[in-house]
């Protein structure tokens, strides 16, 4: 499920802004991005992610900002260890001449506003340990509203699919009636072209055969099971994507399973639309947490 959330706040000396943002996956995954110092504190930023989110992949992105000019300048460590690197790979390609200092100065990573001492970063840590809860429920807001218009597109195709099911259950007897006048006219015909009769018991014995290889009540009462058992988790409360994913299987296990046993054209268009339905659904349930 996708989703935006983000918190800043801006002090004398520095600004922190934290921006936390989801895209579909099936389970949860989390990234996130920390200034320099702060490294150890992921694992508490993934799980302030994982009390409020159970699916999707999340990326958390955390900047500072210094309004101390000194701060704002790379450290000596920093350009010297840059400069080390650089020479280093020069060295080992044996390229000549050496590294310049203007070309150090070109290095966008030497400027990164994450250039922070990690005694200023701990300094801010508690203020981004706010923040970033702020803006991950921010992102939880933001998808439990579009979790509401999913809701509504996907009750709607559950009320299609009961559609289809109802519709199938009143073409089904018809279709082995005109299986049976089907049957009795070429039986027919052929005898009577060889002046000879055939026992009714016979034909009603084939017919029977023929209603019991094609009945489909069993997959219709499933079908109908698993599309209530979708519309309760629908409507409940917690996570229940993954539960959705399994339901949706089970739907089209007994659609598939009808579909092979139809032999009227109606009834294969509807399951048709039924597995169509179905396929969408399946998109949708991975939008749901």
Not at 96 to 112: A, C, E, H, R, Y
Not at 161 to 183: G, T
């Amino acid at each position: 499920m996708t989703g935006f959330g983000r918190a800043a706040r801006r002090d004398r000396d520095l600004d922190v802004e934290v921006e936390a943002r989801s895209v579909n996956h099936r389970f949860l995954s989390a990234k996130v991005n920390l200034p320099d110092g702060l490294a150890r504190h992921e694992s508490d930023i993934d799980k302030l992610i994982r009390t409020q989110l159970t699916r999707g992949s999340v990326t958390v992105n955390v900047t500072m900002k210094s309004h101390d000019d000194d701060e704002a300048l790379p450290s000596l460590e920093r350009v010297k260890a840059y400069h080390e690197r650089l020479e280093s790979i020069r060295k080992k390609l044996k390229l000549k001449g050496s590294v310049g200092f203007d070309t150090l100065l070109q290095i966008p990573q030497l400027w990164n506003s994450d250039n922070h001492d990690s005694a200023s970063a701990e300094k801010a840590w508690p203020a981004i340990q706010e923040l970033a809860s702020k803006a991950i429920s921010e992102l939880a807001a933001a998808r439990a509203k579009e979790g509401k218009a999913i809701e509504k597109d996907v009750l709607a195709r559950l009320d299609t699919i009961e559609s289809c099911a109802k519709r199938i259950e009143q073409r089904a007897p018809a279709a082995v009636d005109a299986y049976q006048k089907k049957l009795d006219d070429r039986i027919q015909a052929v005898l009577s072209a060889k002046g000879l009769e055939v026992g009714k018991p016979d034909l009603v014995k084939e017919i029977a055969i023929y209603a019991d290889k094609i009945d489909i009540s069993e997959e219709l009462q499933r079908l109908r099971t698993h599309v209530g058992e979708f519309r309760k988790a629908v409507k409940g409360d917690g996570p229940v994507g993954r539960k959705l994913d399994f339901t949706i299987q089970e739907m089209v296990r007994e659609i598939n399973t009808l579909a092979s046993k139809a032999s009227d054209g109606e009834v294969s268009a509807l399951a048709v639309q039924v597995k169509s339905e179905l396929e969408k659904l399946k998109e949708q349930a991975e939008n749901i947490e």
